[in-house]
């Protein structure tokens, strides 16, 4: 059931992208995106560092030590009790990105 929803919304969004370069080739034009309101903020987007890392295999990069288990929704921090033996599913930048993202430091 799930497969025939998505091939439906796969052809609806495509038939969306012909009918709008149809559109297109007729001769109409898009109209303009609207002008930022006065005193509005643009969409910033934070320099530095991503707060979390894919892992490689059981190592987390040096930048990204904080090792989370995203079934158990604990993180572990170098030098932790079991910090050697956790097979990462991210690696943090620190316990705060961890804890941002909702995982909980582990209790021993």
Not at 11 to 33: C, F, I
Not at 68 to 97: E, K, M, W
Request: hydrophobic content about 40%; proline content about 14%.
């Amino acid at each position: 059931m799930v497969g025939v929803g998505t091939l439906v919304v796969t052809a609806y969004a495509l038939w969306r992208v012909v009918e709008t370069a149809r559109e297109l080739d007729d001769g109409e034009e898009l109209s303009p995106l609207p002008a930022p309101r006065a005193g509005a903020r643009p969409h910033l987007v934070p320099a530095g560092p991503a707060p979390w890392l894919d892992p490689d295999g059981r190592a987390c990069p040096a930048t990204h030590p904080v090792k989370a288990n995203l079934r158990s929704g604990i993180f572990h921090v170098p030098g932790g009790p079991s910090y050697q033996r956790t097979v990462p599913d991210r690696c943090y930048l620190d316990p705060a990105a961890a804890a941002a993202d909702g995982l909980r430091p582990a209790r021993r």
